[in-house]
Structure formats: structure tokens, C-alpha cells
């Protein structure tokens, strides 16, 4: 157990929708990661936060959006949905933003399919 | 933009065995770390082992170990005494050293049997 919550664990809807998935980061950690793990694209990095602010972006689409709370927790939008934007959805968290030291613990994934 | 590649889709091994899985970089920066990380069928991502690019030693941690070619821009993981739970999808993935770098890049991973 990483420490990384992820809510929920599987997640079913159709096109056109829209779904929140939730992260709670390790205590203590303030940077949250979210990546999406699909058959075609492989590990993908969508988008970083530290301490409630967009730190970094990856190839994230414009319908996903991203925040992180006061609490830390993390919500990742995903808005209009499309057949292919079914995948595993993971959050990671690390203490820091800084690429020290700092090691990424994923949490268990948000598997979603889109109908 | 760095890359990763892991040349080998699958691999097997008998257990108790050793095995080796391969993976290259490209990158332009001189710091960074590389990292191999385990998807069991459970889906967790769960870190194996991770090497700063400036330490010349290679990283161990119990059955696991690395070849790190800094100059060949290699990075291969090294599975001693294979057990059955050491089956999985691995992953290798890059990091650069600077603070807006914090995003990991990965290949496209390695499916490991191990045979009875």
C-alpha cells in the first residue's frame, strides 16, 4: 500500500459525459501527479500540482481539467467523453516538487470506460 | 524532448533464474534519475529501483540491481533469483533533475513470466 488513495476504483459511463475521479496524496506529500495508462499511448503524464498550484503540463486534452484543494486532495475533470479516453487513470503523490531525492507513489488507478 | 524505449515487449524466466530487461534513453541533460517500476496484475505501480545519473555506483536493492551506462544511455534491471511474484509488467521510466521536471517519462514496459 502505497498510501495514494484513489476513488473510485472503476468507473463506467458514456460518451459524451463527464466523471471526477479523486485522489487523496500521502500525508505529508504536496505534489500530486496524474497519468493516464491506455493500450495506445502507453504511460502518459496529463498534469502536476504542488500545493494547490498547477506546476506542470503534460499532453493532457483541453475537455480534462485538473485541481488540487487546500487539503490536497486532487479531483481530475474529464469532460465530453470519447470512446478513447477509456484507460487507467493513476495519481501519484512526492513530498516535494523538486526532482531531488523526491520519489512518485502511484496510487491503485481509476479504471474508466467509456460506452 | 526525452525518450525511453524498452526494446523487449516480452520476456520470460525459469525460477530462480536471472534476467535481465533492457532500456535506453535519450535525453540531452547531464542530472537526472531513471527508475524501474513493477505493474503486477493488480494495475499498482509499485517502485522496484531508482538511480541517480551522477552516482557512478550502480543501485541494488536485494534481488534487483542495474547496469547504468551513463555514456550508452542504458539502464537495464537485473532480476536475481526470479520468483513467482516477481511476474509482471515492468516499466521503465526517466526523470529529469530540474524542478519543473518533476513529470516521469516512460517506455513502453516489459512483460515478465516466470516459469515454474
Known amino acids: 500500500d502505497s498510501g495514494v488513495t484513489q476513488t473510485p476504483k472503476h468507473l463506467i459511463t458514456a460518451t459524451g459525459q463527464r466523471v471526477t475521479l479523486r485522489c487523496s496524496p500521502r500525508?505529508?506529500?504536496?505534489?500530486v501527479y496524474w497519468y493516464q495508462q491506455s493500450l495506445d499511448q502507453g504511460l502518459q503524464f496529463l498534469i502536476q500540482?504542488?500545493?494547490?498550484?498547477?506546476?506542470a503540463k503534460g499532453n493532457i486534452l483541453e475537455r480534462f481539467s485538473a485541481q488540487q484543494f487546500p487539503d490536497l486532495h486532487s479531483e481530475l475533470n474529464l469532460s465530453s467523453l470519447e470512446l478513447g479516453d477509456s484507460a487507467l487513470y493513476f495519481c501519484?503523490?512526492?513530498?516535494?516538487?523538486?526532482?531531488?531525492?523526491?520519489?512518485?507513489?502511484f496510487g491503485p488507478g481509476t479504471r474508466l470506460t467509456v460506452l | 524532448a526525452q525518450t525511453v524505449t524498452q526494446s523487449q515487449p516480452e520476456m520470460s524466466v525459469q525460477e530462480a533464474e536471472t534476467v535481465t530487461l533492457s532500456c535506453t534513453y535519450d535525453?540531452?541533460?547531464?542530472?537526472?534519475?531513471l527508475f524501474w517500476y513493477k505493474q503486477p496484475p493488480s494495475r499498482q505501480m509499485i517502485l522496484v529501483i531508482r538511480?541517480?545519473?551522477?552516482?557512478?555506483q550502480n543501485a541494488t536493492e536485494n534481488r534487483f540491481s542495474v547496469n547504468f551506462q551513463k555514456a550508452a544511455k542504458s539502464f537495464s534491471l537485473k532480476i536475481s533469483d526470479s520468483q513467482l511474484g516477481d511476474a509482471a509488467m515492468y516499466f521503465c521510466a526517466y526523470r529529469s533533475a530540474w524542478t519543473s521536471g518533476s513529470r516521469l517519462t516512460f517506455g513502453e514496459g516489459t512483460q515478465l513470466t516466470v516459469n515454474p
Open positions: 535525453t540531452s541533460e547531464s542530472d537526472y534519475y
Open positions: 500525508s505529508g506529500d504536496l505534489s
Open positions: 538511480q541517480e545519473a551522477y552516482k557512478q
Open positions: 501519484a503523490s512526492s513530498v516535494t516538487m523538486q526532482s531531488g531525492t523526491d520519489t512518485q507513489y
Open positions: 500540482y504542488y500545493n494547490g498550484e498547477e506546476r
